[in-house]
């Protein structure tokens, strides 16, 4: 009792989220649209592009859905409030709680199968449910298949989208739990924080707490009335392994129990707190959680951990020494920051040297692009003052308080001596970087497709408009943003609305293209999306490019680019030019003979030239 006597009300609990979110506000939406599309948290942020499509559906299926025009086939419920239509706008408002909520069982693509039921109601509400949906159909796909081939196949995209879920989707829980909570206290928080455990070589093992953490909530769901309670027991688990991931499994779960003791009911008020919200993002299809809702939940429980926390750390909790990430919570004083940094300010009196621009194409190219011929002495040391550069302002920005000081992290590491081509994501990119980088995400598009589609319909297809493990338009969208949009990366928001623009006009215009010059053939449709543009582009996955191209700006690129670099330069060009060579009889070759077929193009023409389309993995129509 005395410990909740201490604890802040859940109203200034809720204004120093409100703080938390009005510095980083941008940031922390991202942040959310991120879990969402990863199927981490909030999958039905997305609902609101789904729910044109699940009515035309429904359309097909029974006639005419509640609170639908039958003129228009759209919802209706602005169109019936104004014309006074209360029971209409109520049926419509009634689909859209149904869609959301998920009650028909529609996770992304994957369909469960039971739609009545507590417990069917329980599944549809824990996170996305995405990975326990693959699992159940990949079982089902084994099941019936017919041969050895089939069976080793559907296993093989079960073990792909497991581990993607297991260390990507999963850990990230404790990832956003850890910008969340230095969001709190710093003004900045950088780019950098995303990839914060692999630095500290962690990730596995937050990885693992982060699964036994979703499977023992799984499991508790089968009890029903005890899951509630073990829920909030769990709470603060994602937290503490942001805090310190060395923490084993059992021991984030059982010192979370022990933090909640006494707790859960408040949790579950301050979550009521929010309900209005919820309303909210019901009634506009998902559309207020993802600009505000989301976000603003997550600020107010890590607000929440941080009070918890510190109640227990004064009464000693068992467990509780080894939470010792101090600056986590509160500021560093200027004079432990001055031992830990001391070598900044020899850094900062370093001067910048003036290199000569190149001249001519490749001057221009450099300058409006980024782009560069190769990995030369002039690329070092242009890559050697981006470097000094990029020190010195996170030196400062540490020094004035504004990010978290890294050498302070309790754990023990070494902080890792930067090469000279592990610059930034300012860098320049070398011709050879630029082509690798264009294939290695044509193959990963090839590949997710790929398993996407063996796993939801049990079909090996090749995916794509060529013959190769390639998708084209994953590697061309990536190589056209990391050059046009050089010059914006220093302004990420602005860069990632580019993104989508940038992403939309060639996803717009390779469809148009390939439909003209392949005698209406389509590869891709949209029809029946919310906010689709003739079927070519639509809303939802204009949003997912833009996600996924700024993490391709701001991590993946510079990443690989670090490893591209050290690789010699007479390989990487002789490399280049076989896949250039291929890359281009293939496209030559599909010309001529046009790759199409049962899951790669339409199916058949129906009456009015239409294409009847068959829908694919990530939201397509095929």
């Known amino acids: 009792m005395q410990a909740e006597r201490n604890m802040p009300e859940r109203r200034e609990i809720r204004k120093n989220a409100r703080q938390s979110l009005k510095k980083h506000y941008w940031f922390f939406v991202a942040v959310c649209l991120l879990a969402a599309i990863m199927g981490t948290e909030y999958a039905n942020t997305l609902q609101l592009f789904r729910l044109q499509k699940k009515v035309q559906e429904y359309q097909s299926e029974k006639g005419t859905a509640p609170g639908v025009s039958k003129r228009s086939g759209e919802l209706s ?64 796909t084994i099941l ?23 260390f990507v989707a999963n850990v990230y829980r404790a990832i956003y739990a850890r910008i969340f909570l230095e969001g709190r206290i710093y003004e900045k928080v950088p780019f950098s924080r995303f990839s914060y455990l692999l630095r500290m070589k962690k990730h596995v093992k937050a990885s693992l707490s982060m699964a036994v953490y979703m499977l023992l909530q799984y499991l508790w769901m089968f009890t029903i009335v005890l899951y509630p309670v073990k829920r909030y027991a769990y709470l603060l688990a994602p937290y503490l392994v942001a805090e310190n991931p060395d923490l084993s499994p059992m021991e984030a779960i059982r010192l979370s129990s022990r933090m909640m003791k006494g707790h859960k009911w408040e949790a579950f008020k301050l979550e009521f707190s929010l309900f209005p919200w919820k309303l909210l993002t019901i009634a506009t299809g998902g559309l207020a959680g993802m600009f505000f809702y989301h976000p603003y939940k997550e600020s107010v429980m890590a607000e929440y951990h941080a009070n918890i926390r510190e109640l227990a750390r004064a009464e000693r909790l068992e467990g509780t020494g080894r939470l010792k990430d101090r600056y986590l919570y509160e500021y560093p004083t200027a004079k432990v920051l001055a031992q830990a940094y001391e070598d900044a300010v020899k850094v900062a009196a ?36 981006l470097m000094l550069e990029l020190q010195k302002e996170e030196y400062r920005d540490t020094l004035e308080k504004k990010t978290y000081p890294t ?33 290695l995400l044509c193959l990963f598009g090839w590949l997710w497709e790929v398993a996407l589609h063996l796993i939801q319909t049990g079909e090996f297809v090749n995916r794509g408009t060529l013959y190769g493990p390639w998708l084209p338009i994953y590697g061309g969208g990536c190589a056209a943003i990391l050059a046009v949009l050089y010059k914006l990366r220093k302004k990420p928001l602005v860069e990632f609305v580019m993104i989508i623009v940038v992403c939309g006009i060639i996803e717009y215009f390779s469809s148009w293209f390939l439909e003209a010059t392949h005698d209406g053939q389509r590869w891709w449709g949209y029809d029946g999306y919310y906010l689709n543009l003739n079927g070519r582009i639509c809303a939802e996955g204009l949003l997912v490019f833009g996600i996924g191209g700024a993490a391709f700006i701001y991590v993946l690129a510079p990443w690989v680019d670090n490893m591209i670099v050290r ?43 239409q294409i009847r389309c068959r829908k694919a993995p990530g939201g397509r129509i095929l």
Request: with cysteine; hydrophobic share 40%; net charge neutral.
């Open 77 to 140: 419920v602005f169109n019936d409030l104004i014309n006074g239509n209360l029971d209409g706008a109520i049926d419509s408002l009634q689909h859209r709680i149904d869609v959301y909520q998920g009650k028909d069982t529609y996770i992304g693509d994957l369909e469960m199968g039971h739609s009545n039921g507590i417990l069917a109601s329980v599944v549809n509400t824990i996170a996305s449910g995405a990975l326990l949906m693959t699992i159940l159909t990949t079982i089902d």
């Open 144 to 166: 019936g298949a017919h041969t050895v081939g089939g069976t080793l196949l559907a296993l093989l995209g079960l073990a792909f989208m497991v581990l993607f879920w297991l």
């Open 350 to 385: 370093i001067p910048q040297k003036e290199i000569e621009p190149r001249k001519g194409f490749w001057g221009f190219l450099e300058k409006y692009t980024g782009i560069v011929p190769d990995y030369d002495e002039k690329e070092k040391e242009c890559r050697e003052q």
């Open 407 to 439: 050498r302070l992290y309790p754990l023990p590491a070494k902080e890792k001596r930067k090469k000279t081509g592990d610059a930034g994501y300012l860098r320049h990119y070398t011709i050879p970087s630029v082509i690798l980088l264009f294939f």
């Open 567 to 609: 690789i010699r330069s007479g390989i990487l060009w002789t490399v280049c030019i076989v896949l250039l060579a291929v890359f281009l009889a293939d496209v030559i070759y599909s010309g001529f003979y046009p790759h199409t077929g049962k899951g790669i193009t339409s199916s058949a023409p129906v009456k009015g030239g």
